[in-house]
């Protein structure tokens, strides 16, 4: 569910940068490279990875015997991520590395008032060039990056009009209606869980939801799952304070979620009684939740997980006619 957020009109600032900028392979220029490896064989479902440099040096932002990720300017309007051959199989022979390579991302027109910005989401698979390091099969990863500088010369000529815009809008994936509701939870073993879809790429810092009630103050589980239930891309313990109030989840490392749909999972990781506000069920029906058509998307209801955690996979999803807890995505 998405909810629109109104804000007063503005007069509109045109900002338009200079032609001469620094080169991107400056060596006066400092790049700070970040991002999240997905589904990498060996490693957790998710991978974050951090590196930083000047423009004329090659970077090396991530290397293991499966992957190696270099950051680089080859010229001056140009930045690229690039794999190195590893030996994959643990012994000297044969190295590969996952195909095809990324394009250069071209920052021409990206130097602005905080300096360049880049950004990239791709897809690589390891091959048959990898001989039998896993088992004849193709191994595909995503790899989810972004890039940025400081100063890199820019220059604004600024033009404020009169023109008014119309209202700014603002909106979240996940936002409960004005007619919102509360769900409780308690259970150490089976969770609340919603499906929602993020429209572009979301860098996520903090999970917050809001808590009317708090019954029993403990350790809470805040989970993220592939759309198919079989990836787990985060696993998160929070203990929210003894209050009632928005309670924000930041014990995780911040990464990015690809455009997608995702299921959310919460539930107790030790014993906790919360009422959370949330959104409610449908009035008339409960085709999305326990009234789903067979074989069809479940977008509300409850998993089962060992007690206190969150499993490595989702498992069925068991439709209710209950809410659906509100959370907020930020940075």
């Known amino acids: 569910m998405k909810k629109l957020l109104l804000t007063l009109a503005m007069a509109l600032a045109l900002v338009s940068p200079a032609k001469a900028v620094t080169s991107a392979n400056s060596s006066s220029l400092t790049w700070s490279v970040s991002g999240t490896i997905f589904n990498l064989p060996g490693s957790p479902a998710a991978v974050t990875f951090r590196c930083s440099g000047t423009g004329d040096k090659t970077l090396d932002c991530y290397s293991t015997s499966r992957l190696d990720l270099n950051f680089s300017a080859p010229d001056a309007t140009h930045v690229a991520i690039t794999m190195a051959p590893t030996a994959v199989c643990g012994t000297p022979t044969p190295t590969c590395n996952p195909v095809p390579q990324p394009a250069s991302v071209d920052v021409s027109s990206s130097c602005g008032a905080g300096g360049y910005t880049a950004s990239q989401s791709f897809f690589a698979t390891f091959n048959d060039t990898c001989g039998t390091c896993f088992g004849g099969v193709n191994q595909q990863i995503q790899v989810v990056w972004s890039a940025s500088t400081g100063d890199c010369a820019f220059v604004a000529t600024t033009t404020t009009t009169t023109t008014t815009l119309p209202p700014t809008l603002s909106e979240s994936p996940d936002v409960p209606a004005d007619n919102s509701t509360t769900l409780a939870f308690a259970s150490l073993t089976v969770f609340p869980t919603k499906y929602i879809c993020f429209a572009v790429p979301m860098s996520i810092g903090t999970i917050s939801m809001y808590v009317s009630t708090n019954t029993t103050n403990g ?3 805040e989970c993220i799952y592939s759309a198919d239930g079989q990836t787990k891309i985060l696993d998160s313990t929070f203990t929210p304070s003894a209050s009632t109030g928005t309670k924000s989840n930041s014990t995780f490392t911040a990464f990015v979620l690809p455009a997608a749909c995702y299921y959310v999972v919460v539930g107790c990781q030790a014993t906790c009684s919360y009422v959370a506000v949330a959104a409610p069920a449908e009035a008339t029906s409960t085709m999305f939740g326990v009234g789903t058509p067979a074989g069809k998307t479940v977008w509300h209801g409850t998993t089962t997980h060992t007690s206190g955690t ?18 907020r995505f930020d940075q």
């Open 310 to 327: 969150c499993n490595t996979t989702l498992g069925t999803v068991t439709g209710t006619a209950s809410a659906t807890i509100g959370f």
């Open 219 to 221: 350790a809470v589980k």
